[in-house]
């Protein structure tokens, strides 16, 4: 691994948690997204990694929740059908919870690696300027 492969490994790893960080975001200020039946419901985004060769990670992509989402009976609703149903995103709020706890600590854990490699290359610049 040469000098700066560390710097680079944790910043892909940066990027990867913050895309992370952002779909999750959307997904849970969206979770009680009202839709009318005859509308799609919100579809949560779920990032797709893709392991680099170099020991990095990109973004491959994105998927989406289901559009059916789940029918709720609300029949005092605005939006509610005639048969008093409303339709809401289908997705765990658990799950959601979870994995924003992981991200966080993700990028934490690149964060605090980029340092740990800055000051480490910084006091090898040292040592050699003596």
Same mark, same amino acid.
């Given at each position: 691994?040469?000098?700066? &492969?560390? =710097?680079?490994?944790? $910043? %892909?790893? =940066?990027?990867?948690?913050?895309?992370? =960080? *952002?779909?999750?975001?959307? $997904?849970?200020?969206?979770? $009680?997204?009202?839709?009318?039946?005859?509308? *799609?419901?919100?579809?949560?985004?779920?990032?797709?990694? &893709? /392991?680099?060769?170099?020991?990095?990670?990109?973004?491959?992509?994105?998927?989406?929740?289901?559009?059916?989402?789940? +029918?709720?009976?609300?029949?005092?609703? /605005?939006?509610? *059908?005639? &048969?008093?149903?409303?339709? =809401?995103?289908?997705? &765990? +709020?658990?799950?959601?919870?979870?994995?924003?706890?992981?991200?966080?600590?993700?990028?934490?854990?690149?964060?605090?690696?980029?340092? %740990?490699?800055? *000051?480490?290359?910084?006091?090898?610049?040292?040592?050699?300027?003596?």
């Amino acid at each position: 691994m040469g000098a700066f &492969d560390t =710097l680079r490994i944790a $910043n %892909t790893a =940066l990027g990867a948690h913050q895309v992370w =960080l *952002d779909a999750l975001a959307g $997904n849970i200020a969206n979770a $009680n997204t009202v839709k009318p039946t005859s509308e *799609d419901a919100f579809q949560a985004t779920y990032v797709v990694f &893709d /392991p680099r060769s170099d020991g990095g990670v990109d973004v491959a992509g994105f998927a989406e929740g289901d559009p059916e989402g789940r +029918m709720v009976h609300s029949p005092g609703h /605005p939006l509610a *059908d005639e &048969d008093g149903y409303v339709r =809401l995103p289908d997705m &765990d +709020m658990a799950a959601q919870m979870s994995e924003l706890v992981m991200a966080q600590r993700g990028y934490q854990a690149s964060v605090q690696v980029t340092k %740990t490699a800055q *000051d480490t290359y910084g006091a090898a610049l040292q040592i050699g300027a003596r």
